[in-house]
């Protein structure tokens, strides 16, 4: 074992010997495949029971334990804090070796039932400075460097050439220019994959035999650094976005792999000094307790910074975004009173032209009403009089006359002027 015997995270294994966990590896790229196979040999090597979960996966009353990585990043990742924050309530949580960035109510629950691992001492310190509790967090390695120098030593071999395998995604440093031929072979699977010992296996040893035929790596992939120094590679690992991989190369590689050397980026990756340049000297550096801990004060400072301004960033993002969007609603609010004051009025002016077409229809309709009783009332008085009654014997007669006949009478007794 590379590293020594009271390592907390190896002493924390030794402990759940013989015991039942709840392993939630974390998602991520073919790299994270790679740390949850280191995982699963040490369950094996440990004897430690386990069932595997996805990241939806809710758990109850038991010992958890989150898969080792760098996604607890505030502003950055933050699958793994929700994951924590779904599970604190009930159940021990121990979060294997990780990089860790803010998330202060996420460490708060290391004075609870949480204890994490730091793989590297830029975030054990900052976790500390965010809260957490100095006897629930402790400083390791990340796991994949708990492997035997020889484990992948079915793929040694001399090589040839360069492999230029640097990052494509949002980790990677922007003013590095993607070389032609790079090829990020972490992408070659990426998601919630990794419940299966036999698929990360098989992922990690896929990795293995494409970097196997090459002479050096170039990469800013942290996990394609440490495969590669562990198949004895030349290695020259470059800056990501945030501290990660200057830190670990300090704490973990540069002690162990003296093929590996951490360079920074210019803009074009073929600027950078000859390879063996870089290791001839290299292999003159001592190591100093003094010097580790001045790299260690620095970087701790350069990662407060740098994450200050992402903070001030995203805050001056989101005051934007709300301004933006408290116009668009301001706007929206106005149209929508406007629309509601017009239809008002026309309701009303309509109601209004309604109102009065009715009252003048009820007045006629009034009327109407009045001239007709009235008619029936001069009938029926004209039907009730003695003149209408004597008068029926000559009605009867005039009817019993033919029609030309009644006629001409009429025209004789109103002969026409």
């Not at 109510?105 to 100095?134: I, K």
């Not at 017009?342 to 009045?370: C, M, P, Y």
Request: aromatic share 8%.
């Amino acid at each position: 074992m590379p590293y020594r015997s009271d390592d907390p995270f190896l002493s924390l294994l030794q402990s759940l010997s013989g015991t039942h966990v709840h392993f939630f590896p974390k998602s991520g790229n073919s790299g994270d495949g790679f740390i949850a196979h280191a995982t699963y040999e040490l369950f094996k090597k440990h004897g430690i029971k386990f069932t595997a979960h996805r990241q939806t996966d809710i758990v109850e009353g038991e010992t958890i334990l989150i898969g080792g990585g760098g996604n607890l990043v505030e502003g950055r990742y933050d699958d793994v804090a929700e994951l924590i924050r779904r599970h604190a309530k009930n159940n021990r949580i121990i979060l294997l070796p990780h990089t860790i960035v803010g998330f202060a109510d996420v460490l708060a629950e290391t004075h609870r039932n949480l204890t994490v691992f730091c793989r590297e001492p830029v975030s054990y310190q900052m976790a500390l400075l965010n809260g957490a509790s100095p006897q629930n967090t402790h400083l390791s390695h990340d796991v994949a460097f708990f492997l035997d120098d020889d484990y992948f030593s079915r793929f040694f071999s001399g090589g040839n050439g360069i492999l230029q395998a640097l990052r494509t995604d949002g980790e990677a440093v922007e003013q590095l220019a993607i070389p032609d031929g790079n090829i990020d072979i972490s992408l070659s699977w990426n998601g919630d994959l990794w419940t299966s010992p036999d698929f990360c296996s098989h992922v990690t040893d896929s990795m293995a035999a494409f970097i196997a035929p090459f002479e050096t790596v170039q990469t800013d992939r942290l996990h394609i650094s440490i495969l590669s120094a562990y198949l004895k590679k030349n290695v020259l690992l470059l800056p990501n976005a945030y501290y990660k991989n200057r830190a670990i190369f300090e704490h973990s590689m540069r002690p162990r792999f003296q093929r590996v050397n951490f360079l920074n980026t210019s803009k074009n990756i073929e600027e950078m000094e000859p390879v063996q340049t870089l290791y001839s000297a290299q292999q003159l550096r001592t190591e100093e307790v003094s010097a580790q801990s001045g790299v260690e004060w620095e970087l701790a400072v350069e990662t407060l910074r740098r994450h200050a301004e992402e903070l001030e960033a995203a805050l001056e993002r989101e005051t934007s975004l709300r301004e933006s969007a408290q116009r668009a609603l301001q706007l929206k609010k106005q149209l929508w009173e406007d629309n509601v004051r017009d239809l008002r009025d026309q309701f009303e002016t309509s109601s209004t032209a309604q109102a009065v077409a009715l009252a003048t229809l009820k007045a006629r309709e009034r009327e109407l009403t009045s001239q007709l009783a009235a008619c029936h009332e001069q009938l029926a008085a004209v039907l009730r009089s003695t003149s209408w009654r004597l008068a029926f014997p000559f009605r009867a007669a005039a009817r019993a006359v033919p029609a030309g006949l009644r006629s001409k009478i009429r025209s004789i007794i109103h002969p026409s002027s």
